[in-house]
Nanobody, 116 residues
Framework: QVQLVESGGGLVQPGGSLRLSCAPS????????MGWYRQAPGKQRELVAT???????NYGDSVKGRFTISRDNAKNMGYLQMNSLKPEDTAVYYC??????????WGQGTQVTVSS
């Protein structure tokens, strides 16, 4: 059974940093593309960042230069380093692993709140 567990969310002041982790199980992590998405209250889920199985990255315009996506295939872990956080970054953050339309998995999400 495939399971993705996100961790590292929490409450942080504007300008602060957090690192989110994605721990998959029951899956060969290295062959999947990984993405981080977020959903704020009343808004649609949006792409934050993606990294292919080969390590190519892509970022949403709102996080470019502030967030960094990475993966450690040896440890079966994915990460999202978030710096210079803003109140508008407040959302539930989800990890996604995908390889095809039928091999597509989501975690349960972790809450990130940016507030003073």
């Amino acid at each position: 059974q495939v399971q993705l567990v996100e961790s590292g969310g929490g409450l942080v002041q504007p300008g602060g940093s957090l690192r989110l982790s994605c721990a998959p199980s029951g899956i060969i992590f290295s062959i999947y593309d990984m993405g981080w998405y977020r959903q704020a209250p009343g808004k649609q889920r949006e792409l934050v960042a993606t990294i292919t199985s080969g390590g190519l990255t892509n970022y949403g315009d709102s996080v470019k230069g502030r967030f960094t996506i990475s993966r450690d295939n040896a440890k079966n872990m994915g990460y999202l380093q978030m710096n210079s956080l803003k109140p508008e970054d407040t959302a539930v953050y989800y990890c996604r692993l995908s390889r095809s339309s039928w091999l597509d998995y989501w975690g349960q999400g972790t809450q990130v709140t940016v507030s003073s």
